[in-house]
């Protein structure tokens, strides 16, 4: 782990200290806890970076941190990897000896992490090179690093490139440069942050899919993105940050049920011809109008009723209250008035638009720091 500080930072802390505590296990899992953010906070001058971050990380779960530019993700990445020291408060994390320990003290005793802060920069050298230089730094053991950087420059599809100098390299290729040094020795902890910068959709893609399989490896895993689509594909658990707070922390499926507008999507087989899209729309509306939501505080300018139509998709998106109920009779509306002239051939409730949803009202809810800026 970087042993690199700001020299501004000495002035924040007063001695180091190595506190251990035993892990606290999650009543209703049982799991154990590998990170406790406690009380954290990072001032720059009288900017508040960070303010009182209270976190509980367990084994195995995959965090996604999310929030609007300057909310405080890249500040708290950098602060688990040591990059820079908090203010106050502290971070603990899991042992060898299976006990919490500070992170700001003596961690070679610390469970291993793996990180991928921001967008990586890499010395002028091969792509073997550098990851070589990565993997022995860090004691890998001698005798497995090739096969080891084989696995994974394959895995990443830069097996190829496995001899030439990263300065050649797409943004997009040194994106994956960046994560596969961050895996490279197979870290109990890894920290991803915009993991799917520069990527192409298929490479976006094999990251989700490699995210799931060090899932499946039991790893602990912290993303940071923007990407809301990805993140509610692959996280158990979102962490919303804003104005430096954590203003929720829980699963999508929960922080769901707070939600006070819903989303429904109606995909129909054939287009709505043009002529006849805007009498559709609105004998649509008049037959929903006791289902759908009227609450547009956070919405945007155009719900100005509950029902709209994307003709590139042939899609509605329908906001209603959320009732089970009016789901039902929601769809009822929408089989009978296409069953002569066209078929449905999707009705769902996205994921994905809950996560926005959420992000939108709970950013908009959420006031301002004072002071802060």
Same mark, same amino acid.
């Given at each position: ?7 501004s930072d000495k002035l924040d802390m007063k001695t180091d200290k190595i506190s251990s505590i035993e892990p606290i296990e999650k009543p209703e899992t049982g799991l154990k806890t590998v990170m406790r953010l406690e009380n954290l906070t990072k001032k720059f001058g ?117 001899h030439q100098k990263v300065k050649t390299f797409s943004k997009g290729m040194r994106q994956k440069m960046g994560i596969i040094q961050s895996i490279l020795v197979d870290p109990q902890i890894i920290i991803l942050d915009e993991p799917q910068t520069g990527l192409d ?28 689509? $990805? &993140?509610? =594909? ?7 940050? *804003? #104005?430096?707070? +954590? ?81 039902? $009779? &929601?769809? =009822? ?7 002569? *002239? #066209?078929?449905? +051939? ?28």
């Amino acid at each position: 782990m970087s042993k690199t500080t700001m020299e501004s930072d000495k002035l924040d802390m007063k001695t180091d200290k190595i506190s251990s505590i035993e892990p606290i296990e999650k009543p209703e899992t049982g799991l154990k806890t590998v990170m406790r953010l406690e009380n954290l906070t990072k001032k720059f001058g009288n900017f508040v970076a960070v303010n009182n971050i209270n976190i509980e990380v367990h084994e195995g779960e995959t965090i996604g941190l999310i929030g609007p530019n300057g909310a405080g993700k890249t500040t708290t990445i950098k602060l688990i990897a040591k990059l820079i020291r908090p203010t106050s408060g502290e971070i603990l994390v899991l042992n060898k000896a299976g006990k919490l320990q500070s992170l700001n003290g003596d961690d070679k005793d610390l469970v291993k992490f793996g990180f991928l802060i921001d967008q990586p920069f890499f010395y002028d050298m091969t792509a073997y090179q550098i990851l070589r230089y990565f993997a022995r730094s860090q004691n890998y053991p001698k005798k497995k690093i090739n096969a080891r950087l084989d696995e994974l420059l394959k895995l990443f599809k830069l097996a190829d490139w496995k001899h030439q100098k990263v300065k050649t390299f797409s943004k997009g290729m040194r994106q994956k440069m960046g994560i596969i040094q961050s895996i490279l020795v197979d870290p109990q902890i890894i920290i991803l942050d915009e993991p799917q910068t520069g990527l192409d959709p298929k490479a976006r893609l094999e990251i989700r899919v490699t995210i799931r399989e060090l899932q499946h490896q039991g790893k602990t895993i912290f993303v940071a993105s923007h990407m809301l689509h $990805e &993140i509610s =594909e692959v996280c158990d658990k979102i962490a919303l940050i *804003n #104005n430096g707070r +954590i203003i929720a922390f829980d699963t999508i499926e929960n922080l769901e049920k707070n939600l006070k507008e819903k989303e429904l999507n109606c995909q129909l087989l054939y287009p709505i011809p043009t002529s006849d899209i805007e009498g559709t729309i609105n004998r649509l509306n008049d037959k929903l109008i006791q289902y759908v939501n009227h609450f547009m505080e956070v919405s945007t300018a155009d719900h100005n009723h509950g029902v709209k139509y994307n003709p590139e998709n042939q899609t509605f998106k329908i906001y209603y209250d959320g009732k089970k109920e009016s789901r039902g $009779e &929601i769809l =009822e509306i929408f089989i009978a008035e296409f069953k002569s *002239n #066209n078929k449905i +051939i999707s009705f769902s409730q996205p994921k994905t638009s809950k996560l926005e949803q959420i992000y939108l009202e709970m950013i908009q809810m959420d006031e301002p720091r004072d002071g802060g800026g």
